[in-house]
Structures are given as structure tokens and as C-alpha cells.
């Protein structure tokens, strides 16, 4: 299963919403995670199962879709989310990651 | 709280048998519903996932590098065990474990990281 983030990278401004979209090349159900990755640290864990949001992590990232199309939802962002976001599949091995998208500081 | 640290050599020359091993701390893995990831990025690049194995010896590999890779677990030491065969420029990245959960509704997520180790082929 291939999975395709949209967009590579963004660039935003501290306290903008922005959407990070991930396309799977077949339904996944809500087979669906977002981690979240800083330079020189290894990935979090933000959200499971498409929209469950992991213990501690801010509530203002959500995660929505199902079958193919997913989103990860940034409200309010803040310094320390400029960051690389990358989704990953887990229905079905190997559990493939998308390319990552690269967000900015505009 | 659960930890983990990955070793093995930081420089391998091609062809060569890399082993790693990832130390953790703060579970089981005799636990049902949980297993051991490994996930490697090569410089500037994604992450892949590269192999599993979990609380009953059950294990899954990449496809592209199953004739490569062994995964292996000592619970008596809290220790699990990667191995990769014929090694490659290449296969130059940082490798990560990280402790998984499984359920039927969820699916799998890595919730906990190493902070992985680096691993250069070169001659």
C-alpha cells in the first residue's frame, strides 16, 4: 500500500490552521497514524486510528478520514509545531509511512 | 515509563552483517497485544518501516529486504535483536525501534521511540 502526503512541504505563520493531507493507494479503513518529527529527534506519536489523539499530545491537532483519504488539522500553530509530519498505514504489512511533509515557519 | 535504546557498530563495510539491538525498559514483551518495531531514514530522507515482532514470536518483514533482515527477541534480557545481511551504502540511515500496541480496532501505532543510532556503510 503506497501512501502520498500532500503538500511536500508549507510554509505558515504562528497561530494559522493549516492541513496536511494523506492518500492511500487502497482503503485502509481507519488504519491511519500521524507522527509528528523535529530535526535531530526521533518521530512522536500524534494521532491513531485516524483520530484518536495520543495521551499528552495538544488538542489543538486532530486527524480525520477513513478508507483512502485522511487529514491531519494544525489549529492554532504554534513555534514548536514547525516540524516534518509523516502518516503511516499499519492495515496491512509492511506498514508503509507517506514521504513527509516539511512545515515552515513562513 | 517505558524506554528504549538502540547499539550496534556505527560503521559497517559492504557486504558485512549488521546486528542491532534494542534495550527497553518498563514493559514485557511476553505482554499480549504488544511487539517491537524497527524503522530505519536514511540522511534527508522518510522513514521506513522495516520489520516486527510480537509478544508471541510472531514476526512480519519489508517485502524488499525480507531475504535480508532477521528479528529475533530475548525477553530474559529485555533485548530484541535486528539483523541485516549483505550490506550497502545504501542501507546508510539512522535505525530506530520503537515498543508497539496492537488491537483488532486500532491497528498498530509506535507510541514509544529510541533515539535511534546511526549506522554508515562504507569501505
Known amino acids: 500500500i503506497q501512501m502520498t502526503q500532500s503538500p511536500s512541504s508549507l510554509s505558515a505563520s504562528a497561530g494559522d490552521r493549516v492541513t496536511i493531507t494523506c492518500r492511500a493507494s487502497q482503503n485502509i479503513n481507519r488504519f491511519l497514524n500521524w507522527y509528528q518529527q523535529r530535526p535531530g529527534e526521533p518521530p512522536k506519536l500524534l494521532i491513531f486510528a485516524a483520530s484518536t489523539l495520543q495521551r499528552g499530545v495538544p488538542s489543538r491537532f486532530s486527524g480525520s478520514g477513513s478508507g483512502t483519504d485522511f487529514s491531519l488539522t494544525i489549529n492554532s500553530l504554534q513555534p514548536e509545531d514547525f516540524a516534518t509530519y509523516y502518516c503511516q498505514q499499519s492495515y496491512s504489512f509492511p506498514c508503509n509511512f507517506g514521504q513527509g511533509t516539511k512545515l515552515e515557519i513562513k | 515509563q517505558i524506554t528504549l535504546e538502540e547499539s550496534g557498530p556505527t560503521l559497517v563495510k559492504p557486504t558485512q552483517t549488521l546486528t542491532l539491538t534494542c534495550t527497553f525498559s518498563?514493559?514485557?514483551?511476553?505482554?499480549?497485544?504488544?511487539?517491537l518495531a524497527w524503522v530505519r531514514q536514511p540522511p534527508r530522507k522518510a522513514l521506513e518501516w522495516l520489520a516486527l515482532?510480537?509478544?508471541?514470536?510472531?514476526?512480519r518483514y519489508t517485502p524488499s529486504l525480507k531475504s535480508r533482515l532477521s528479528i529475533t527477541k530475548d525477553t530474559s534480557k529485555n533485548q530484541v535483536v535486528l539483523t541485516m545481511t549483505n550490506m550497502d551504502p545504501v542501507d546508510t540511515a539512522k535505525y530506530f525501534c520503537?515498543?508497539?500496541?496492537?488491537?483488532?480496532?486500532?491497528?498498530?501505532?509506535?507510541?514509544?521511540w529510541g533515539q535511534g543510532t546511526t549506522v554508515t556503510v562504507s569501505s
Open positions: 515482532i510480537y509478544w508471541n514470536d510472531d514476526k
Open positions: 518498563g514493559f514485557s514483551l511476553n505482554t499480549r497485544g504488544l511487539a
Open positions: 520503537a515498543h508497539t500496541q496492537f488491537d483488532m480496532s486500532t491497528g498498530h501505532f509506535m507510541d514509544v
